[in-house]
């Protein structure tokens, strides 16, 4: 009995050396089509962000509480740590809000300043909220012809922080913390 206990924890370790790190669980938020490309006078950038609503979440939306997604993009030369070159570290949030009186949603995304988009349909708002299309992130003049250049991409929930009355009735809220792992793609100018 003693040989096949450890025979399988042996087994188990081996197999947890051998599955790759980054694969996301079932259900876990994820950055998915991840792409970069060409548009002069920029180089724009495009994905989506995976599994990042919750039925509570859901539930505590349409009760009116806001949530706010957090993107961070960082754009570098791939190396050794000491030799990258970090050519754009920004960030930018997609929030989205019930409006009980109109029964609407308010989805406002920062890479579009000014811009308010408003639906009553829940999922087109989930939607507008994971979706990144086409935004500007740096100009091409910026970049070296031949050069390789490494985007990373991550996503989070950005912390709720509920009047004290609503802590007690969404006592949940901390379950929502989600956070994507690093996306990355490499690509030659």
């Not at 370790?13 to 694969?23: N, T, Y």
């Not at 970069?36 to 724009?44: A, S």
């Not at 039925?55 to 961070?72: K, L």
């Not at 009047?163 to 006592?171: A, D, K, Q, T």
Request: net charge negative.
């Amino acid at each position: 009995m003693r040989f096949l206990t450890i025979g399988f924890c042996v087994g188990a370790f081996l197999v947890a050396c051998l599955v790759p790190g980054e694969v996301p669980a079932a259900g876990e938020a994820e950055i998915v089509g991840l792409q970069v490309f060409r548009d002069p006078p920029n180089l724009k950038v495009s994905f989506r962000i995976e599994n990042p609503f919750t039925p509570q979440m859901d539930e505590a939306i349409v009760s009116g509480i806001p949530i706010t997604f957090r993107i961070f993009l960082v754009l570098e030369t791939p190396g050794l740590p000491l030799m990258r070159t970090n050519l754009l570290d920004q960030t930018f949030e997609h929030s989205m809000k019930y409006d009980t009186l109109h029964n609407q949603f308010q989805v406002r995304r920062t890479e579009f300043p000014g811009e308010m988009l408003l639906t009553a349909d829940h999922e087109k708002a989930k939607q507008w909220m994971s979706e990144v299309t086409g935004i500007s992130i740096i100009p091409l003049w910026r970049l070296t012809k031949g050069q390789e250049y490494r985007l990373r991409v991550k996503a989070e929930l950005s912390k709720v922080r509920l009047p004290l009355f609503y802590r007690y009735i969404f006592f949940f809220v901390s379950l929502w913390d989600f956070e994507t792992g690093w996306a990355q793609i490499e690509f030659i100018y």
